[in-house]
């Protein structure tokens, strides 16, 4: 009867280096003991010690990823076109700020002030929409840090179709421009091009699906078009009463889409001012 050792050592017999498969298991040991050595950064020290786990990779996932300068816009490190979508995906904070807040400091134009309440309007709506259908955002959202909030519609691209409508409307009819019919069909094409673009960048990056894109650029486009539709129709009547109220006085709020060129306009009467101060002086 054989012992208990014998027995243990007849059956687990150390495998002979002459097996195709034991030589395979020992040159990927060593392999891999090599890669480490070359790598011994913190990263790989955990997962000598602590294996293949699922946070560790999502760690090396996240690191591949980079912020737009002053922003929380990630797009893979390395990736040109990601770079330059992710300043495109930017364009509507913009807008926001470069735009319409700089409008109202400097022009107080009613139909600016009331383009610019339609937007914030439309994101109250956007808002509303995310919470109350709660789609969730693609699985790349981990990577890009962005999973707390919702994904449908997507907001960056109901702004930017509701401003693309709304200018557009705005251009056909003539409203605050001083620019020749050509002009506008120019500036109309940059705006619609914008808003493909940046609707593009939100898939690119992998912030949000394509249907929760084009969801936001058809709500866009409809919220936009009916804004347009209760500004020129149902307040415009109203513009004179909010330049006389009070309030309006205060703000020096005002209305010139009724003026065909307010360029022109404006310019004769700052010359007709100073030649008027230059009268007085003498």
């Given at each position: 009867?054989?012992?208990s050792?014998?027995?243990l050592?007849?059956?687990?017999?150390?495998?002979?280096l002459?097996?195709?498969?034991?030589?395979?298991?020992?040159?990927?040991f060593?392999e891999?003991?090599?890669?480490r050595?070359?790598?011994?950064?913190?990263?790989?020290?955990?997962?000598?010690?602590?294996?293949?786990i699922?946070?560790?990779?999502?760690m090396?996932?996240s690191?591949?990823f980079?912020?737009?300068?002053l922003?929380?816009?990630?797009?893979?490190?390395?990736d040109q076109?990601?770079?330059?979508?992710a300043?495109?995906?930017?364009?509507p904070v913009?807008i926001?700020?470069?735009?319409?807040v700089?409008?109202?400091?400097?022009r107080?134009?009613?139909?600016?002030i009331?383009?610019?309440?339609?937007?914030?309007?439309?994101?109250?709506?956007?808002?509303?929409?995310?919470?109350?259908?709660?789609?969730?955002?693609?699985?790349?959202?981990?990577?890009?840090?962005?999973?707390?909030?919702?994904?449908?519609?997507?907001?960056?691209?109901?702004?930017?179709?509701?401003?693309?409508?709304?200018?557009?409307?705005?251009?056909?009819?003539?409203?605050?421009?001083w620019?020749?019919?050509?002009s506008?069909?120019?500036?109309?094409l940059?705006?619609?091009?914008?808003?493909?673009?940046?609707?593009?960048?939100?898939?690119?990056?992998g912030y949000?699906?394509?249907?929760?894109?084009?969801?936001?650029?058809?709500?866009?486009?409809i919220?936009?078009?009916s804004?347009?539709?209760?500004?020129?129709?149902?307040?415009?009547?109203?513009?004179?009463?909010i330049?006389?109220?009070?309030?309006?006085?205060?703000?020096c709020?005002k209305?010139?889409?009724h003026?065909?060129?307010?360029l022109?306009?404006?310019?004769?009467?700052?010359?007709a001012?100073?030649k008027?101060?230059?009268?007085?002086?003498d």
């Amino acid at each position: 009867m054989l012992s208990s050792r014998n027995l243990l050592t007849s059956q687990f017999t150390p495998p002979s280096l002459s097996d195709p498969i034991s030589r395979h298991f020992l040159r990927s040991f060593l392999e891999e003991t090599k890669r480490r050595r070359r790598k011994p950064n913190s990263l790989g020290l955990t997962r000598i010690f602590f294996g293949s786990i699922p946070w560790l990779h999502q760690m090396e996932l996240s690191q591949q990823f980079k912020a737009v300068t002053l922003t929380h816009v990630r797009y893979r490190r390395g990736d040109q076109l990601g770079h330059f979508l992710a300043w495109i995906s930017l364009v509507p904070v913009f807008i926001s700020l470069g735009g319409f807040v700089s409008h109202f400091l400097f022009r107080r134009e009613l139909q600016g002030i009331f383009f610019g309440i339609g937007l914030v309007i439309s994101q109250f709506i956007n808002e509303f929409i995310k919470t109350s259908v709660e789609q969730a955002r693609p699985e790349t959202c981990t990577l890009l840090e962005a999973c707390d909030s919702h994904g449908w519609p997507s907001s960056h691209s109901q702004f930017m179709f509701f401003f693309a409508t709304y200018f557009s409307m705005m251009a056909c009819k003539g409203i605050g421009f001083w620019f020749g019919l050509r002009s506008r069909w120019v500036l109309n094409l940059l705006h619609w091009s914008l808003a493909v673009v940046t609707m593009y960048s939100r898939v690119y990056l992998g912030y949000h699906t394509v249907a929760q894109v084009f969801a936001g650029a058809a709500l866009g486009a409809i919220v936009g078009a009916s804004w347009f539709w209760v500004v020129n129709s149902v307040l415009y009547p109203y513009f004179p009463v909010i330049e006389e109220s009070a309030l309006g006085r205060m703000l020096c709020v005002k209305d010139t889409s009724h003026i065909p060129d307010v360029l022109k306009f404006e310019y004769d009467n700052a010359r007709a001012a100073r030649k008027n101060m230059g009268t007085k002086s003498d």
